[in-house]
Nanobody
Framework: QVHLVESGGGLVQPGGSLRLSCAVS????????MVWYRHGPGEQREWVAM???????NYADSVKGRFTITRDSAKNTVYLQMNSLKPEDTAAYYC?????????WGKGSLVTVSS
């Protein structure tokens, strides 16, 4: 079975940083595309960042230059480093493993940016 577990969320002040982790079991992340989504209060789900199986990162314009997606194949974990956080970054952040035609989701990690 494939399981994804996000961690690292919490309360942070504007301008602060957090690092989210997505620990994967049951499949090697190196054969899949790894994606971070977020779902803010009263908003639609938003794609945030992706690491392709080839190792190429892509970012939404709203986070470009502030967020960085990385992966550690040895730990089978994907990370989202979030810097210069803004109140509008407040959301539940979800990790998605895309191994066509299958998608596997984690349960999410809540990030709150507030003073």
């Amino acid at each position: 079975q494939v399981h994804l577990v996000e961690s690292g969320g919490g309360l942070v002040q504007p301008g602060g940083s957090l690092r989210l982790s997505c620990a994967v079991s049951g499949i090697r992340i190196s054969i899949a595309d790894m994606v971070w989504y977020r779902h803010g209060p009263g908003e639609q789900r938003e794609w945030v960042a992706m690491m392709t199986r080839g190792g190429t990162p892509n970012y939404a314009d709203s986070v470009k230059g502030r967020f960085t997606i990385t992966r550690d194949s040895a730990k089978n974990t994907v990370y989202l480093q979030m810097n210069s956080l803004k109140p509008e970054d407040t959301a539940a952040y979800y990790c998605l493993l895309k191994w066509t035609p299958l998608d596997y989701w984690g349960k999410g990690s809540l990030v709150t940016v507030s003073s």
